[in-house]
């Protein structure tokens, strides 16, 4: 307990728009379950749109992994399948009756069951889709046997939700689904928390895992960070990984026998009105969160933070995995001479704009690019924001030349496209990193297959 | 500036693809994204970005050579009329000195722009910024008195040869503003070393030896103080002369953290080092000239500052920039006490680095996948 993580690189991004600790329930008619978050998933549709559904009820399956279904997050009406270009299906809508009945998966206590018994309750239920793994980040495999599994207790990405309001009220249902978690890996369960974001009381009681402390700027809250530092990946390791609300979700499975899909989600924005807490559920439609509740600018609403969250419209729902929704203004406006300008109340990460007098202000930051594509030019750049023992440029040429040894060599197993976001933020080249990154690992999962 | 955007919005369509002048579309683009930060918002990944992009990264390398520019405009009327032995006030050195330097500022940038927008064209790309540094060097590393067309040959050649066969900015193996000099230094050595190019119309009687050229014969009897050289009150090349100078660019740099640290402190220990063994040697006159001296003679604190921390041409790892830099600076002062074909080992020292460059970084990173590979081994044993 005494050893405390502490990660050096990195960046907070201070914006505008922190999220009140004020919690209200979201009065939402619709929610949707959105395959494309389930990276690599096909799904195979199991209802047909009419069906009435209870929260637990089938949706699809995958068609490359057959035993993993995805099911409903609440009871009522499945309505819709929205597709986009060649039908790929992108979200399956379901109206909710507002009862919020859940199939019985009867309750046992995990500790009376083993793994398998264990694997097949989460994966009948759907909660199983609550674990990823690492690594490509894709839901995890039910064959394998984890090495180690990993729990972050708070998230230090900007404007990220106050993982301890979560936790309150929910601690018993927390230990049940840590209790499940240790059954379903050869190591250990780490629980890891956060020096400032996390209060140190709060995981006193916590049994059955290890409890690990990290200090630092974003991206201390990312999986790879801390998987990197307690228990790094090797070619041929599997570790898996889930957020806290994932393991209450899991725990009042086991506790009640039931899908409780229900979680709490930050609204966080500069051009939010009223940003605060809401009572939701998985899938949630967003929008009786924001009508009346932003400005009038043309907006983006992103499912998640500014840095990974999915865009979607003011009428859209909330990610799978989504813990927040995030409001900022569209940057599609052109700014005479901006490059040449000094730039006060311009935010940047190098010193190039006077940003650096005012490390404490809170910034409105737009969508803007502020540039066009270049080349990688500047080195040693990107390393000030990435805590790794990895060549992030390197590894992102040898993802574009495509060359599998040298990725694996150069530790892509270790990584995610999420931990790239701070250097695609920072770059002046103005690369899309992530999405390079995240090819990276879709062609390694392919030749890995 | 409202006006400005309508009449560019105006005007657009013409030179987007089935307009008439498509063919100029990079062109077009390169004065609209000049004028206005285009307007494109994030589509994939991070929603938000830093405000910083190539222009205002190139704009502060250029903001860093002014002094040493001002200066240098300054040095060239004062070294001239030094020379006539002429006394005169400030205005009158630096007016002499912006009609000599001016011109060829115009020329790189005119010959170098063009082909970069010539090259952006056929690819199709955006223009790269990548120039607007380049064509601020070359002027500050030749001789004041070099011929306008001798120049714009160098400077054809360093951009083609030097960059856009590799791909353009960021894909270069060595820097371009270097491959200008040396190809200045090896095609047309009457205009770029002895004694008579240093200063601007000399008066034939005067020595206009730089310090590196007494060096050289040994004449250190005549030798400039080292407070001259610090100062910048010595012949040489438009740029390089004061140290001071260079090293006002050389804080605006480090500050933004646009130039690697690592690099510049490792090339100016290299140089002292070096300078040290030969003192300890102590063989001739040159071995025993006191190891700073090395450090403000010649081009060395510019090429440090503004040549060697190339953030494309130097090593890329951090461990890289270290030996990279510290081989430069050694590699200088060798070439200059060692070789009496070439006075200025700096130039040829980074251009021979800079090959290496890759080299050393691959070791680096191979060290990197060995420590990868041994946690393997480790956890399959346990």
């Not at chain 1, 005494?2 to 922190?18: A, F, H, P, Q, R």
């Not at chain 1, 704009?353 to 500047?378: C, E, I, Q």
Request: glycine share 8%; net charge neutral.
């Amino acid at each position: 307990m005494s050893t405390v993580y502490s990660v050096k690189k990195g960046l907070d991004i201070k914006l505008l728009g922190e999220a009140e600790k004020t919690i209200i329930d979201l009065d939402a008619k619709r929610f949707a379950i959105k395959p494309p978050d389930f990276i690599g998933c096909f799904p195979k549709m199991l209802v047909k749109e009419g069906d009435s559904v209870k929260a637990g009820t089938p949706l699809f399956f995958d068609k490359y992994r057959e035993n993993i279904t995805y099911t409903s997050p609440v009871s009522g009406k499945f309505v819709e399948i929205k597709r986009g270009a060649k039908r790929k299906i992108l979200e399956l809508i379901i109206e909710s009756d507002g009862k919020f009945e859940s199939l019985d998966f009867g309750s046992t206590d995990a500790g009376s069951l083993d793994k398998q018994q264990v694997t097949e309750k989460l994966l009948k239920s759907g909660v199983w889709p609550l674990i990823r793994q690492r690594p490509y980040a894709v839901v995890a495999n039910p064959d394998d046997t984890p090495k180690s599994i990993f729990v972050s207790a708070f998230n230090s990405a900007p404007l990220a939700p106050d993982y301890e309001l979560m936790i309150k009220g929910n601690e018993k249902a927390l230990q049940a689904g840590l209790d499940v978690l240790a059954k379903l890996t050869s190591g250990k369960v780490h629980l890891n928390i956060h020096a400032k974001l996390n209060h140190p009381d709060t995981f006193k009681n916590v049994s059955n895992v290890q409890v690990n402390t990290f200090s630092g700027p974003h991206p201390s809250g990312n999986v790879s960070v801390q998987v990197s530092r307690l228990d790094p990946i090797n070619k041929g390791d599997v570790v898996w990984y889930t957020d806290v609300q994932g393991v209450i979700t899991m725990g009042k499975l086991f506790l009640t026998g039931k899908y409780d899909s229900s979680r709490m989600v930050a609204l966080t924005g500069s051009e939010v009105l009223k940003p605060r807490y809401y009572r939701a559920h998985t899938g949630a439609n967003i929008t009786n969160m924001v009508v009346d509740n932003v400005t009038d600018n043309k907006n983006r609403f992103i499912s998640g933070d500014v840095l990974t969250g999915i865009k979607i419209e003011s009428d859209g729902f909330i990610g799978f995995y989504d813990s927040m929704v995030t409001v900022i203004p569209e940057g599609d406006y052109y700014e005479f001479f901006g490059w040449a300008h000094p730039g006060f109340g311009k935010w940047s990460f190098s010193k190039t704009y006077p940003s650096w007098l005012t490390p404490n202000k809170k910034y409105r930051l737009d969508t803007n690019m502020h540039g066009g594509l270049r080349a990688f030019v500047l080195t040693g750049l990107y390393e000030k924001v990435f805590p790794f023992d990895i060549y992030p440029m390197q590894l992102m040429k040898a993802i574009l030349v495509e060359d599998i040894d040298l990725m694996e060599n150069l530790g892509i197993y270790e990584i995610d496209a999420e931990d790239f976001a701070l250097c695609e933020v920072i770059d002046p080249s103005k690369i899309s990193m992530q999405e390079l990154v995240r090819n990276g690992l879709e062609l390694m999962r392919k030749e890995m297959s | 500036m409202k006006a400005l955007r309508k009449f560019i919005d105006k005007q657009k369509p013409h030179f987007q693809k089935g307009g008439k002048f498509h063919w100029l579309e990079s062109t077009f683009d390169g004065f609209e994204t000049f004028l206005f930060v285009p307007n494109t918002v994030t589509t994939k990944g991070a929603h938000i970005r830093d405000s910083i992009d190539m222009k205002r990264t190139m704009i502060v390398v250029v903001l860093a050579t002014l002094p040493a520019l001002i200066f240098g405009m300054w040095n060239v009327g004062y070294q001239h009329f030094l020379s006539l032995g002429e006394t005169t006030d400030f205005w009158q050195n630096i007016g002499y000195g912006a009609l000599k330097v001016v011109p060829i500022i115009v020329v790189s940038y005119a010959v170098g722009l063009g082909i970069e927008f010539y090259f952006a064209q056929i690819k199709g790309h955006e223009i790269n910024e990548g120039y607007l540094v380049t064509g601020m060097l070359i002027p500050l590393i030749v001789p004041p008195d070099i011929p306008l067309w001798i120049l714009a040959v160098a400077v054809a050649f360093a951009v083609i040869f030097g960059k856009e066969v590799f791909g353009g900015t960021g894909m270069n193996v060595v820097n371009p503003a270097l491959v200008a000099r040396a190809f200045l230094f090896f095609a047309y050595p009457g205009d770029m070393s002895g004694d008579k190019v240093w200063i601007a119309e000399k008066a034939d009687t005067f020595s206009g030896a730089t310090p590196l050229g007494n060096a050289l014969v040994g004449n250190f009897n005549h030798f400039h103080s080292f407070s001259d050289m610090f100062m910048g009150f010595i012949p040489g090349s438009v740029g390089e002369t004061s140290t001071l100078m260079i090293l006002i660019g050389a804080v605006i740099l480090l500050y933004t953290g646009i130039a690697s640290w690592r690099v510049m402190v490792s090339v100016f220990a290299g140089g002292l080092v070096m300078g040290l063994l030969f003192n300890w040697w102590g063989a001739n006159e040159y071995m025993e000239l006191p190891a700073y001296y090395h450090l403000v003679m010649g081009g060395f604190a510019f090429g440090a500052v503004f040549m060697a921390t190339d953030p494309v041409t130097s090593a890329q790892t951090a461990r890289g920039k270290y030996i990279y830099g510290f081989l430069v600076g050694v590699m200088a002062v060798l070439i200059r006490v060692f070789n009496p074909a070439y006075p200025e080992g700096m130039m040829l020292a980074i251009l021979l680095m800079n090959v290496f460059a890759p080299l050393i970084d691959h070791y680096v990173i191979e060290s990197n996948i060995k420590k990868r590979l041994k946690r393997l081994k480790v956890a399959v044993n346990s």
